[in-house]
C-alpha cells in the first residue's frame, strides 16, 4: 500500500509534466494537422535554458525561489520565440503543400534543434543545482518532496492558466474558431497565421516549463532528453483524444501513472515500451481518444 | 442612384482554381443602399465571384474595388474590419464554438465593450431563438437555426456591404421567408447594402432591386430585378417556366 | 520595386535579431557572468552567409545574372540533348563499369566508404518502396534492418548457418515483422503512421537492449562469420570466408544490384501502380478493387525485406551487431536520403545515398555538424525542392501539386 501511494505521488508529478508537453502536441495538431516533431526539441531547450538560468541567478545571490520563478518564465519566453521561429521558417512556407511534405520538415527541425544544443551545450548531461529546494514531508507513510509540491503546483497553475485562456479570453476563442475553419474564421476577420503562430508560442512555453520541471525531478538534462518523452506526450494527447485540451491533460496523468506503476510493479527496464503500446493500443481500438472528438480517415 | 460612386465595383475580374477558370471577366456594380442579386445555375461561379470579393480567392486577372479602395490584393481578415462581410454557402458556423461565441468571433476586430454588447442584444432580438440556445455548441443547431446564427454573425461586425451566398439552401420555405424579411430589414432599417447569391431566382429578385445573371463564369444579363422577372428567357431558364 | 526591396531587409533585420536572441542565452549565460564573444561571432557569420545569399536572390530576380544564366542554359540544354541521345543501356554499362572496376584504382578506405554507400543504397530503395511509391511514411524502418542484422548473427554464431543461407531467412524475418509491426498500423491515417512506426522502432531496439539470454543486451554479438564461397583452388573446391573488403565489396554491389532490379521491376508492376493508387488517393484506390490494406502491408513487408538483406551483410561485415547501430537517427538518415534523392525515384535514392554517406567523409573535420547539416537541409528540401535532387519520371500529377 505505502509503495501504492509513493507511486502514486511520482504518477501525479511526471503525468502533469507530460500533460504539459502534450498539450502542445495537441494544440499545434488541432489547428494545422501537424505532428509538431520539434516540440520534444522545444522541451528540451526550455529544460537547457531552465540549468543555463538557475545558475547564474543563482550565482548572483538571488533567492532559489526568485532562481526559478525568473527562470520559468524566461526559459517559456524563450521557447515560444524559438517555436515561432520554427514555425516561420520551417512550417509556414508550406502551408499548401502535402501533409507528408511538413511532416518531414517538421523532423528535419527536430534533428536540427536537437544537433544545435548539442553543438552549443555539449554531448553530456548538465546538472541542474537541486540543492537549492531540499528536503519534503512525510504524509502518513508517503515522502513527498518539497521539489514535487513544487513541479506539481506549477504545473497546475498553468494547466489552469491554459483553461482559462483557451475558454475564456477573446484569443481562445478565436484559436479555436482557426482550429474549427480556417477560411470562416479569416472571413470574420481573424489573422490565422498570427493565431497559429500564438499557438506555437504557448505551446513552447508549456513545454519549456515541462522541460525545467523534469530537469529539477530528474537532476539532468542532455541535448537528446526531448526524443523519448516527445513520443510519450504525444501518445499522451492521442490518448486524450487529439486536439483536445482536456483530453490531452487527462491524457498526460494516464501515461506518467502507467509509466510509473509500469516501472514499479512489472518491469523498469522495459518502463518505456508501455507508453508506445499504449499509443498503439488507442490508435487501432480507439482512434478517437477518451475525449476525442470524430477524427476523419480522408483527410490524410 | 446611378450618379452614386458604387460601393462595390468589379472589373473584369477572372479567377481560377488551379488552371480551371471558374469565372472570366466578370464586371459588376453595387450601389450604396441597394440589394443586388447574383443568380445563376450551379457551378456558374457565384460562389467564385463571392470568395474573389472577399480575398480568400486573389483574382488572377482585373480589380476589385469596395468604398474607393482597390482591394484584390487584401487578405481576407481585413476586410470585416472595413465593413465587407460574407455569409458563405453552407453558413459554416463554427461548430464547437457556442452560439454566444460565434457571435463573439463576428465581432473579433472590435474593441468597443459596450457597442458589442447592443449589437448582441439586437440580433437576439431579430432571432429570438439565438438567444434561448445560447450556451449551446453552434454544431448541434438545425439548418435554419444555424443560417440565423450565421447571419447574425455577420452583423456583429456592422458591415456596410453584406455578401450571402444562398440563404435558402436546403431550408423550409417557411424558414426561407423569414431570413428573407430579415434581409430586408437590415437593408431598410440598418443600411446594409446586400449581395445576394441566390439559385432560387424567384425570391432572390422578388427581394433586390436590381440583378445579374451569371452563365459558366461570365455575365451575361443585368437589368433591374423587375425586368429580369419579367423576361421570358429569365423565366425559362431560372424561374421554371 | 522599392518598397518591396526594404520590406526584404527589414524582414531580414528581424529575423537575424530574433536569431541572436535565441542564440546568445545558449552561448552566453555563464554561471560566473554574462559573454558575448562566441556568440557574436557565430552570430556576425550568419548574418553576413545570409546578407550575401540574400543579396545574390535579389540580383537574380532583377535579372542580373543574366549574362551568366542565359549562356548556362544554352549549355545545359545542348548537354541535355546530347545525354538524351546517349541510350540508355550505354549509360548504365558506363555506371557499371565504374563500379565493377572501382576497387582496382582506389585505396582500402574508399572501400570502406563504397560499401556503406551501397548498404546505405539499398536501404533507401526499400525504404523508398514504402515512402516514395506507397506513401507511407515510416520512421522506424532501420528495425528491419536490426533484424535482419541480428537474425544472421544469432543464427550464424549458435548455428553455424551460411551467409547465403540466411540472406532469404533474414529477408523473410523482417518480412514477417513487417507484417506484424505493420498490420495494427496500416489502417491509421499517415501521420499517425509515422508516430506509431516512430514507437514500433524504438520496442524494437528496447527489446535488443534489454534481452540479454537472446541478444546479450547493449554489448552485442561478437563473432560473426563473414560470407563464404567455394572457390576452385586448383584441386578442387574449397571453402573460403571473404573477409577482404574488395570480396565483400562486390558482395553487395551484386545485392545494390538486384536490388535496385527488383524495385525497378516492382515500381513497373501492378503492384507498383497499385502502390502508387494507394498513396495518391486511397478511397478511390479502393472503389476501383484495389484492397488497400493488403497493398499497403505488401509495400512494407517488401520494404522490410530489403531492410533485412541490408541488415545480414552489415552483420557479415562488421562481425559483430550491438543495438547501437540501429537508433532512431539511423532511421532519420536513411528517410533524408530518400527525400533528398526525390521520393520513388531510383537513381534518386542512388543519388542521395551518394550525397549523405560521401559527402560527409571528405568533410570529415565537420563530423559533428553531421545531423545538423541534415536537418536544415531536409526541412529546407521540402520548401524549396520538394521532389528531391533528382524528381521521380513516371509518377505524373502529385496530389501536392494539384492543392
Given amino acids: 500500500m505505502e509503495f501504492f501511494l509513493q507511486q502514486l505521488v511520482n504518477g501525479i508529478t511526471l503525468g502533469g509534466v507530460y500533460a504539459l508537453v502534450a498539450l502542445g502536441y495537441t494544440m499545434v495538431y488541432g489547428i494545422i494537422q501537424l505532428i509538431n516533431f520539434a516540440h520534444g526539441e522545444i522541451y528540451a531547450a526550455g529544460g537547457y535554458m531552465g540549468v543555463i538560468l538557475i545558475s547564474w541567478l543563482f550565482a548572483q545571490g538571488f533567492p532559489p525561489f526568485v532562481c526559478l520563478g525568473a527562470a520559468l518564465v524566461l526559459a517559456m519566453g524563450y521557447c515560444a520565440l524559438l517555436a515561432m521561429a520554427v514555425e516561420k521558417l520551417a512550417y509556414q512556407p508550406l502551408r499548401q503543400s502535402s501533409r507528408l511534405s511538413v511532416l518531414l520538415s517538421a523532423l528535419g527541425m527536430s534533428i536540427f534543434l536537437q544537433n544545435g544544443l548539442m553543438l552549443t551545450q555539449g554531448v553530456y548531461d548538465r546538472a ?56 470562416m474564421s479569416a472571413l470574420v476577420g481573424i489573422n490565422s497565421s498570427r493565431i497559429i503562430s500564438l499557438t506555437f508560442a504557448i505551446g513552447a512555453g508549456l513545454a519549456a516549463a515541462a522541460g525545467i520541471m523534469v530537469g529539477l525531478y530528474y537532476g539532468s538534462v542532455r541535448y537528446d532528453m526531448g526524443f523519448v518523452p516527445g513520443i510519450k506526450a504525444f501518445s499522451a494527447a492521442v490518448l486524450g483524444g487529439i486536439g483536445n485540451i482536456t483530453g490531452a491533460m487527462l491524457g498526460g496523468l494516464l501515461i506518467g501513472m502507467i509509466e510509473v506503476f509500469a516501472a514499479g510493479y512489472i518491469s523498469s527496464e522495459y518502463k518505456d515500451v508501455f507508453a508506445f503500446i499504449i499509443l498503439i493500443a488507442v490508435l487501432y481500438f480507439m482512434p478517437t481518444g477518451i475525449m476525442g472528438e470524430n477524427v476523419d480517415d480522408t483527410r490524410v | ?95 464547437r464554438l457556442s452560439v454566444e461565441e460565434n457571435l463573439d468571433m463576428g465581432a473579433f476586430f472590435r474593441k468597443d465593450a459596450a457597442a458589442i454588447d447592443h449589437d448582441k442584444n439586437r440580433v437576439f ?49 417557411l424558414i426561407v421567408q423569414q431570413i428573407f424579411r430579415i434581409i430586408r430589414e437590415i437593408n431598410e432599417a440598418d443600411g446594409v447594402t446586400v449581395v445576394l447569391v441566390e439559385q432560387n431566382a424567384n425570391l432572390a429578385l422578388k427581394s433586390s432591386s436590381r440583378g445579374y445573371v451569371l452563365e459558366t463564369g461570365n455575365v451575361v444579363m443585368e437589368d433591374s430585378a423587375e425586368a429580369l422577372l419579367a423576361n421570358p428567357d429569365i423565366r425559362k431558364a431560372y424561374l421554371g417556366e | 520595386m522599392t518598397i518591396r526591396v526594404s520590406k526584404l531587409w527589414f524582414g531580414y533585420a528581424l529575423a537575424m535579431a530574433w536569431f541572436y536572441v535565441l542564440l546568445w542565452p545558449l552561448l552566453g549565460i555563464k554561471a560566473d557572468g554574462l559573454e558575448f564573444g562566441a556568440s557574436f561571432a557565430i552570430w556576425s557569420k550568419v548574418a553576413v552567409a545570409s546578407a550575401i545569399l540574400l543579396g545574390l536572390y535579389q540580383l537574380k530576380k532583377v535579372g542580373a545574372f543574366g549574362f551568366v544564366e542565359r549562356p548556362a542554359k544554352v549549355v545545359g540544354k545542348a548537354a541535355g540533348a546530347v545525354a538524351a541521345r546517349v541510350p540508355t543501356w550505354v549509360a548504365l554499362a558506363l555506371v557499371a563499369a565504374v563500379a565493377v572496376a572501382f576497387p582496382f584504382f582506389t585505396e582500402r578506405y574508399a572501400h570502406d566508404v563504397a560499401i556503406s554507400v551501397l ?75 509515422a508516430i506509431v512506426t516512430l514507437g514500433f522502432g524504438e520496442i524494437v531496439r528496447i527489446v535488443i537492449n534489454n534481452w540479454m539470454s537472446l541478444t546479450n543486451g547493449p554489448n552485442g554479438i561478437l563473432g560473426i562469420k563473414a560470407p563464404g564461397i567455394y572457390w576452385w583452388n586448383g584441386k578442387g573446391f574449397e571453402h573460403m570466408l571473404l573477409n577482404s573488403l574488395e570480396q565483400l565489396y562486390y558482395i553487395i554491389l551484386a545485392l545494390a544490384v538486384f536490388t535496385i532490379v527488383a524495385v525497378y521491376r516492382l515500381n513497373h508492376s501492378r503492384i507498383g501502380r497499385a ?37 545480414t551483410f552489415f552483420a557479415a561485415r562488421m562481425k559483430f551487431v550491438s543495438p547501437e547501430s540501429f537508433t532512431f537517427i539511423e532511421s532519420a538518415m536513411v528517410l533524408s536520403m530518400v527525400v533528398l534523392g526525390g521520393m520513388g525515384s531510383i537513381p534518386g535514392v542512388i543519388l542521395g545515398a551518394v550525397t549523405l554517406i560521401a559527402l560527409p567523409e571528405v568533410f570529415r573535420g565537420f563530423e559533428l555538424y553531421r545531423m545538423f547539416v541534415f536537418g536544415g537541409v531536409m526541412a529546407g528540401m521540402m520548401i524549396f525542392r520538394p521532389k528531391g535532387l533528382w524528381p521521380a519520371k513516371r509518377m505524373g500529377a502529385r496530389s501536392e501539386e494539384r492543392e
Avoid at chain 1, 506539481?152 to 491554459?162: C, F
Avoid at chain 2, 437555426?145 to 458591415?159: D, F, N, T, W
Avoid at chain 3, 484506390?285 to 541490408?310: P, S
Wanted: charged share 15%; hydrophobic share 45%; net charge neutral.
Fill in chain 1, 128 to 183: 541542474y543545482p537541486t540543492e537549492m529546494v531540499q528536503g519534503g514531508f512525510e504524509l502518513g507513510t508517503v515522502m513527498i518532496s518539497y521539489m514535487q509540491c513544487i513541479i506539481v503546483g506549477v504545473t497546475a497553475l498553468l494547466l489552469v492558466a491554459l483553461n482559462v485562456l483557451v475558454y475564456k479570453t477573446r484569443i481562445g476563442k478565436a484559436m479555436r474558431a482557426t482550429a474549427q475553419d480556417k477560411t
Fill in chain 2, 1 to 95: 442612384m446611378t450618379q452614386q460612386q458604387p460601393i462595390l465595383e468589379l472589373k473584369n475580374v477572372t479567377s481560377a482554381y488551379g488552371r480551371i477558370k471558374a469565372i472570366r471577366e466578370v464586371s459588376l456594380k453595387v450601389y450604396p443602399g441597394e440589394v443586388v442579386s447574383i443568380i445563376g445555375a450551379n457551378g456558374a461561379g457565384k460562389s467564385t465571384t463571392l470568395m474573389s470579393i472577399c480575398g480568400v480567392l486573389h483574382p488572377e486577372q482585373g480589380e476589385v474595388w469596395y468604398d474607393g479602395v482597390r482591394i484584390d490584393g487584401l487578405a481576407s481578415d481585413l476586410l470585416p474590419a472595413r465593413g465587407l462581410c460574407q455569409v458563405p454557402e453552407g453558413r459554416r458556423i463554427f461548430p
Fill in chain 2, 125 to 173: 432580438q431579430l432571432f429570438p431563438i439565438l438567444q434561448e440556445r445560447r450556451k449551446q455548441y453552434g454544431g448541434t443547431l438545425s439548418g435554419g437555426e444555424q443560417q440565423m446564427l450565421a447571419m447574425g454573425r455577420a452583423l456583429m461586425s456592422r458591415p456596410r456591404l453584406l455578401l450571402l451566398d444562398e440563404p435558402s439552401l436546403g431550408l423550409a420555405p
Fill in chain 3, 119 to 193: 548498404v546505405y543504397i539499398i536501404l533507401g530503395l526499400g525504404l523508398n518502396v514504402v515512402v516514395g511509391l506507397a506513401g507511407l511514411l515510416d520512421l522506424g524502418y532501420i528495425a528491419f534492418f536490426g533484424v535482419g542484422a541480428y537474425t544472421y548473427a544469432l543464427l550464424s554464431v549458435h548455428f553455424g548457418l551460411s551467409f547465403w543461407l540466411c540472406l532469404p531467412i533474414a529477408g523473410g524475418f523482417a518480412a514477417i515483422a513487417g507484417c506484424i509491426i505493420g498490420y495494427p498500423t496500416l489502417r491509421m491515417r499517415g501521420d499517425y503512421l
Fill in chain 3, 275 to 311: 502502390f502508387e493508387a494507394v498513396r495518391e488517393d486511397q478511397t478511390a484506390a479502393e472503389l476501383m478493387g484495389v484492397d488497400t490494406l493488403r497493398i499497403k502491408l505488401l509495400a512494407y513487408a517488401l520494404g522490410a525485406v530489403f531492410g533485412g538483406l541490408a541488415g
